[in-house]
Each structure stands twice: as C-alpha cells, then as structure tokens.
C-alpha cells in the first residue's frame, strides 16, 4: 500500500484479556519495528524485525508482549494479560532495511480499563 | 547501546523567528541521524536526516548539522509558520539497525 497500516485504530480491553495488535508495512520494506508512546512521552523501542533474520526482541517489556512477522510482510503484536500500565499507542513502522529512515503507521491506541 | 540526548524539552518562538533543536548520542558506531515531526493523533513523519559523511543537510527552511567528534546534530528551522508547531524527535542508529530516539521536542510558533 501506499503508507503504514495499523488496525485497530482504538481499542479499549478490560484488564486481564489478550489483545493482538497489526501492521501492514509498506510492499518492499524489509524492516519492521513496534514502538510504544505513553501519554505526552516519546518512543520506547519494542521489537524489530529485518527479513528473514532473528528478530530483536530487547524492548519487549515482559514475557506477556509477543510479536510476529509473517512472511516478511503483515506483523502481528499480542499483548497477554493486559495490564493497566499497558495503556498507549502502539506505533508500527517500516523501513527499507535498518539504518533508513521510517514511515510510520498512525498507531493503535490501547487503553486498558 | 545507544543513548540520545534531545534539548530543550520544550520551545516556543515567534512565527518568522528561527527554532534549534539539540541532540547529543552516545554510540561513535552510529551513523545515521534522522529527524521527525509528529502532529497531534499523527504518527511521527520523517522531515529530514543525515548521514554520517556529510556535515550539513538543507532542505528549503529546514536544515541538519552534524558534529561527529563532538557527537551532537542539531535541527534548525527558519522563518517558522504555525504549521511548524509539534512535537520533533531526533533519532541515531547504525547500519542495518534500529533507531534510537530522543525524549522529543515540543515547538509552539506564536502568530
């Protein structure tokens, strides 16, 4: 497509429920990340991905966060056992590869209750 | 790994005035620096970046420096317009890798 889609655009979850989180990335790009924006903060890093490589899973705040990329194409972030403190927008970008510059998608903003 | 320092926090400056905005890293292996603008429910958009074998980037009102001993790049921005007010993030990686940003910018250019 012609930019980053991110679906849901909003979702509300109760706490203790499971939620999956996609991006569509730009057709060619080979590089995938998950980014998460607290209210008024900036960018913590979640996950990578870069073709058919190991993904870099550094970010991810605890074993309930998990993220797939299928066929370098679609990522899917799930979330288990949502948390209260896991309330934010979650941005998906691409790239070309690591090391260009990102095309960010508008994000999904999770709001637990 | 990667640490990137962005200054000030928050900026406000008379719309035709110029705006600065500083950022320092810390990896000597990082050699990419971009920088992007985010409007209010927007994803952030990259405005304008800059490789390490270059030292100055300008595109029109925008431009990037880039002081690699020193490890700092800046953005400036000229003749600023109301549309200019958001929030800008600098970011530095290396080769094949992910970006680190800094805690970001909040420009407000006054009417």
């Known amino acids: 497509g012609a930019g980053v889609s991110q679906s849901p655009s909003n979702k509300v979850t109760e706490k203790g429920k499971d939620v999956e989180l996609r991006c569509d990335p730009i057709?060619?790009?080979?590089?995938l990340y998950w980014y998460r924006q607290s209210l008024g903060q900036g960018l913590e890093f979640l996950i990578y991905?870069?073709?058919?490589?190991?993904?870099?899973k550094s970010g991810l705040p605890s074993d309930r966060f998990s993220a797939e990329r299928t066929g370098g194409s679609v990522s899917t972030l799930t979330i288990q056992r949502t948390q209260q403190e896991d309330s934010a927008v979650y941005l998906c970008?691409?790239?070309?590869?690591?090391?260009?510059?990102?095309?960010f998608g508008s994000g999904t903003r999770l709001t637990v209750v | 790994g990667e640490n990137v320092e962005q200054h000030p926090s928050t900026l406000s400056v008379q719309e035709g005035d110029s705006a600065v905005i500083k950022c320092t890293y810390s990896?000597?292996?990082?050699?990419?620096f971009p920088w992007y603008k985010q409007e209010l429910g927007k994803g952030p958009q990259l405005i304008i970046d800059?490789?390490?074998?270059?030292g100055e980037k300008k595109d029109q009102r925008i431009a990037v420096t880039l002081n690699k001993t020193a490890k700092h790049f800046s953005l400036h921005i000229t003749e600023t317009q109301p549309e200019d007010s958001a929030v800008y993030f600098c970011?530095?990686?290396?080769?094949?890798?992910?970006?680190?940003f800094g805690d970001g910018t909040t420009l407000t250019v006054k009417p």
């Open positions: 970008a691409s790239s070309l590869e690591g090391g260009h510059g990102y095309t």
């Open positions: 057709s060619g790009h080979t590089a």
């Open positions: 991905f870069q073709g058919n490589s190991a993904p870099d």
């Open positions: 990896d000597s292996a990082s050699n990419y």
């Open positions: 800059i490789r390490s074998n270059v």
């Open positions: 970011a530095a990686s290396r080769n094949a890798g992910k970006s680190t």
